[in-house]
């Protein structure tokens, strides 16, 4: 079955730790060894695995993706979120992490996080969880 | 069991909407619910998901590859496509997408992309359609 | 069940090439036709698929990753790997591969690779292989 996390992000460029929501998906889903998908049905917000202990990683990333894409350098798509799209091409759409114990199985310093190019919004991140 | 799409690229970079060829795939399997997995065989070419709608979407897209990794920096892979390897490693050769009521479950403005990043070829997806 | 590959890198910024060691996994886990997961559970770390005949590859797809994302550019985070981390989240720290009569179905050219972006260190690879 298909379930679904809400985020609310509160600036153009924010990533957003969901990681506790989409833990409580797991455990819901009873699924004790298998993998968890996840999946950004959006085309300016993305999803990614970092690290989530020291919160200047998130802003690093954040500002070198500006550098490499920055907001105003005339593109072709005018809705002003061109940057936006590319930078979910980049970073993608779609991810997924195992399942152990009934847990996700990150690594120790490993956070999920979508990745918002174009808030504030409310997003939606679809989750299955697999087992096997 | 694995299917094949086949994709004719014309240029040297472009975005080939493949998204009702995939769709095709997964309404053969007669699978109702479950996930489509992507695969692009190739070291030249990968696939994203991203806006369809505004063609201008996937031209920003490539002109910000080209101009982050231009075709002539230097390289040394002498085949003169080392910058469509680079491509290929920050867009990736594979991707997922789930299946609901037998169908694919993207969001409203999402399609799936070939990239093609050293063409005009011939080139493959395979696609597999999981239950579950 | 989850198989790990472990990994030793001798620079900084390395690709490893895993293929055989990913083969094997597949080949222990007697699944004839399939999915293989492919998952890093480090946040300097990540894992593609791309050419593996010629090294220069794999040089120049390093050397693009410096230029686009280098080592010291002012980052917040102080532990002097915030590149690390960046690159990270460009390249991907998890990938799949289809399975076919028991073996990866890779393309003619493609090979695993973990990608050390803050090494040298021990490096660890999680496997699941599934059938169907």
Redo the contacts between chains.
């Keep these: 079955?298909?379930k679904e996390i809400t985020v609310k992000t509160r600036s153009r460029m924010e990533m957003v730790d969901i990681t506790s929501q989409v833990q409580e998906v797991v455990r819901e889903s009873g699924v004790k060894?298998g993998?968890c998908?996840l999946?950004?049905?959006?085309?300016t917000a993305g999803i990614?695995?970092?690290?989530g202990a020291?919160p200047?990683?998130v802003?690093?990333?954040n500002?070198?993706?500006r550098k490499?894409?920055p907001p105003d350098?005339g593109?072709?798509?005018?809705?002003g979120n061109?940057?936006s799209?590319?930078k979910?091409?980049?970073?993608?759409?779609?991810?997924?992490?195992?399942v152990?114990g009934g847990r996700l199985?990150?690594?120790?310093?490993?956070s999920i996080f979508l990745c918002e190019f174009d808030g504030p919004r409310t997003r939606r991140v679809?989750v299955?969880v697999?087992s096997?």
Excluded: C
């Design positions: 079955m298909l060894e993998i998908y999946y950004v049905p959006h085309t990614t695995i970092n690290e020291d200047s990683v802003r690093d990333i500002n070198t993706l490499l894409v350098a593109y072709a798509h005018l809705e061109a940057d799209h590319v979910t091409t980049i970073v993608g759409p779609n991810t997924f992490a195992f152990e199985r990150l690594g120790t310093w490993q679809l299955k697999f096997g």
